[in-house]
């Protein structure tokens, strides 16, 4: 089965704080997504990366940054975290050709900034 | 842009009773894949059942089939014989020609009464 592993199921964080949430997949898949879940909005994406060290914008970036150094390993970043930015965090990973791809979900990580 | 829109925020249904949640999107493309994933409360999103445009037949997965009028542009998710673990917040999801990212619909959350 596929695993992917979010590093934190809940994070409580202060306003103006730099955090990160980290993301890990078992499965050697070459593509790996951010999405921010908010009632009433669905799932919207943030930032994806095709390959070690590419990335691309989503639909909501702003605020946000990714790192992928790693194959298996993906990062989002708030540079200075804001309350705006309370939300249910999802990573995602697919294999790399995009056509019928399934993606493949971690549990989540609720970030609460106060 | 893509969108996908499903138009029930809310539905219920009785235990062993069949329900049906609506799904309509746009796109000009004539090959693409359309996906229905859950996410159980607390719990990580899974697919549920995916369906390839250009195959007449409707895919099935147990108790989960769809109903994909491609003129329409409609793809619903038909469950059958509900069960209590059914309930859980469910999106339908468009992927666009080639693209990396899927385009989500805001969630219909189901509940099943006992």
């Known amino acids: 089965d596929v695993k992917v592993t979010q590093s934190s199921r809940y994070l409580v964080k202060r306003t103006g704080e730099k955090v990160f949430l980290e993301c890990v997949q078992d499965m050697d898949h070459e593509n790996m997504f951010w999405y921010r879940q908010d009632p009433g909005l669905g799932l919207r994406l943030i930032y994806f990366s095709y390959d070690v060290k590419m990335k691309e914008k989503g639909d909501i970036p702003e605020g946000y940054s990714v790192s992928r150094e790693k194959k298996e390993r993906f990062s989002l970043i708030l540079e200075s975290a804001s309350t705006n930015q309370t939300s249910m965090y999802l990573c995602?990973?697919?294999?790399?050709?995009?056509?019928?791809?399934?993606?493949?979900f971690g549990a989540g990580t609720r970030l609460s900034v106060l | 842009a893509q969108t996908v829109t499903q138009s029930q925020p809310e539905m219920s249904v009785q235990e062993a009773e069949t329900v049906t949640l609506s799904c309509t999107y746009d796109?000009?493309?004539?090959?693409?894949?359309l996906f229905w994933y859950k996410q159980p409360p607390s719990r990580q999103m899974i697919l549920v059942i995916r369906?390839?445009?250009?195959?007449?037949q409707n895919a099935t997965e147990n108790r989960f089939s769809v109903n994909f009028q491609k003129a329409a542009k409609s793809f619903s998710l038909k469950i059958s014989d509900s069960q209590l673990g059914d309930a859980a917040m469910y999106f339908c999801a468009y992927p666009g020609a080639g693209s990396y990212q899927l385009t989500f619909g805001k969630g219909t959350k189901l509940s099943v009464i006992p």
């Open positions: 796109t000009s493309e004539s090959d693409y894949y």
């Open positions: 369906q390839e445009a250009y195959k007449q």
């Open positions: 995602a990973s697919s294999l790399g050709d995009p056509v019928g791809n399934i993606q493949y």
